[in-house]
Every structure is written in C-alpha cells, then in structure tokens.
C-alpha cells in the first residue's frame, strides 16, 4: 500500500478518534442537565410561601432553576458579584449574579425595575432568600 494512502488513513483515525474522545467529554459533563422547565413565580409570592412553611418551601425549590420576577429594591456591587435585592414584603431575595456576562445587564437597571432572572434558589436565612447562578430573561 502506498505511503501516501497510509498516512490518509492514519489521520483519519486520529481525527476519528479525537472526534470521538471529545462527543464523549460533553457527553458526560452534560449528562446530569436536565431539561426541565424552570418554576414561574413573583418575589413575593416566593416569600409568601417560604413564610407559611420554610422547610417545605426550601424542599420544594431549594436547587431548582426558577424564573423570579420582581421589584427591585437595592443593588450591591462586590469584588466578584452583583446582588440584586427584589422586594418579597416579608423577605428580601438576594439575587446573585457571578457571571461577568449580566454584569453589564445589572449597571442597565436601577431602584423600582421590575426584572425576570432565571436562577437557584440557594438558602433562606431569617431576613433573605438567596438565589445564585442567576441570568437575566
């Protein structure tokens, strides 16, 4: 066979096999992403029912991806995040932006917005819910 039908050969396998190796990667960091559809609800609503039964309500949304809409309230700025505070009336809800593609987003809106994020719902102290890996809608 000659020389130049061999390394044709040999590339193709290489790049198969490359192919291969990387479907197979995103494959299996992918594999845990569910397509769910995230939970659609106000800030105060959310605060209304972790009020009535905080447990339930962190068992219920604790961890999954939620579409919050509410009024904002207060705007921080940290060293490596945003936090938007959304009124909830009983609780404010903490609203934490860690991607440095929303930051842009985040100096766009001011006091009395009202804005929609997609985000986890992460923990409820006695004044705040927090939720994190938040992106604007």
């Known amino acids: ?30 594999k845990d992403l569910e397509d769910t559809v995230a939970i659609e609800i106000t800030a ?11 447990t339930l309500s962190t068992y219920t949304y604790g961890g999954d991806r939620i579409l919050l ?7 921080r700025e940290s060293s490596d995040h945003y936090t938007v505070v959304l009124d909830g009336n009983i609780y ?3 609203i934490v932006f860690s991607d ?4 842009n ?7 009395g917005d009202t804005i929609t994020i997609n985000g986890k719902i992460s923990g409820f102290s006695i004044l705040t819910i927090q939720v994190i890996d938040c992106y604007f809608e």
């Open 1 to 30: 066979m000659p020389r130049f039908i061999k390394m044709w050969l040999f590339s193709a396998l290489v790049s198969l096999m490359a192919l291969g190796m990387w479907k197979g990667l995103e494959w299996y960091y992918n």
């Open 105 to 111: 987003k985040v100096k766009s809106i001011k006091n």
């Open 100 to 103: 440095s593609d929303e930051f």
């Open 92 to 94: 404010d809800i903490d």
């Open 69 to 75: 809409t509410g009024v904002v309230i207060d705007i």
């Open 44 to 54: 105060q609503d959310l605060a209304i029912l972790y009020e009535q039964d905080s």
